[in-house]
């Protein structure tokens, strides 16, 4: 009884607790799909969603739903690309043949060095594969190598970085320094290179500013690094204030933690600022 009580006790606290941001969200989505079918849009979640519904009611069998969504749209954008897995190819690969065979188009983008989810079945490959897959419908191949964002310092600095002379080098060392525990093959050396080949980038005209400047941080422990950095932080940021606002200013982190430990030490200090523990309609 006690444990049926506890359960009933959890259950109301979470209504109580989250039930405001259920509302929100709910009021957010209903605008979000209206705008969605006004535009005739179909995200790959809502196709994802509406075939499992369609398969569940029994409705449609799997040739039919492919051809009924194939005969209903006739253009493909996919964002990201190198982050989309052999499971969503092959969901989406037979309606994309058929749009391109009636006079359609396909148009896939992406960055092959920031392909980050591997972990869960992003396949950075599938670029180079689907060239080969789809020759015989006239592939173009459009490289974007001028950088229209950064300033000449940043880019010629990332040029560095990523150089073919660079990257292998600093594979080298790593090799060296863990005791060859992670083993890169010569064949998965030439895969990390084919990966950064095209990295190299141009400067936009009259984007001739920029600065980069590293500095390292030592410490015996996790904490004296963080108070290090911290200090070294808030007197960056003092400087930096002379020349700009605070919503000019960027601070990059690795994690969400160390997001958070960054916004706990700017918001300690009376420092404005929007992160994405700010900006968690939780907090």
């Known amino acids: ?72 749209f006739h253009h493909y954008l996919l964002d990201e690309f190198q982050d989309t897995s052999y499971l969503q190819w092959q969901n989406l690969e037979l309606m994309i043949e058929e749009a391109l065979s009636t006079g359609g ?12 989810f591997g972990f869960r079945g992003g396949e950075v490959k599938l670029f180079d594969q689907l060239k080969e897959r789809f020759v015989a419908f006239n592939v173009q191949l459009e490289r974007l190598s001028t950088n229209y964002r950064s300033q ?13 002379e660079n990257l292998v080098r600093y594979i080298s060392d790593f ?6 525990k992670l083993f ?3 064949d998965d050396i030439k895969e990390v290179e084919n990966i950064f080949y095209a990295s190299q980038q141009q400067v936009k005209d009259g984007h001739n500013r920029g600065y980069v400047h590293i500095e390292y941080i030592e ?9 290090a950095i911290r200090d ?11 020349r700009f606002s605070y919503n000019q200013i960027a601070i990059l982190a690795r994690s969400n933690s160390e997001i958070e430990q960054v916004t706990s030490w700017l918001m300690a200090e009376g420092i404005s600022v929007e992160s994405e523990r700010t900006m968690n309609i939780k907090e």
């Open 152 to 164: 000449k310092a940043i880019v010629e600095f990332n040029n560095k970085i990523f150089s073919p």
């Open 105 to 116: 188009t396909f148009f896939y983008v992406g960055d092959k060095k920031q392909a980050i």
């Open 232 to 242: 070294r932080l808030l007197v960056l940021l003092r400087e930096v204030k002379q």
């Open 1 to 72: 009884q006690m444990r049926q009580q506890l359960e009933k006790l959890a259950e109301a606290e979470a209504y109580s607790a989250f039930n405001s941001y259920v509302q929100v969200f709910n009021y957010i989505n209903v605008d979000f799909h209206a705008k969605a079918q006004e535009d005739d849009v179909l995200f790959l979640p809502e196709l994802n969603r509406r075939a499992r519904a369609l398969f569940d009611e029994g409705q449609v069998s799997v040739q039919e739903l492919y051809y009924r969504l194939a005969t209903r």
């Open 184 to 186: 890169l093959s010569p």
């Open 219 to 227: 410490a015996d422990s996790k904490d004296e690094r963080n108070d």
């Open 175 to 180: 090799q060296e320094e863990k005791g060859n």
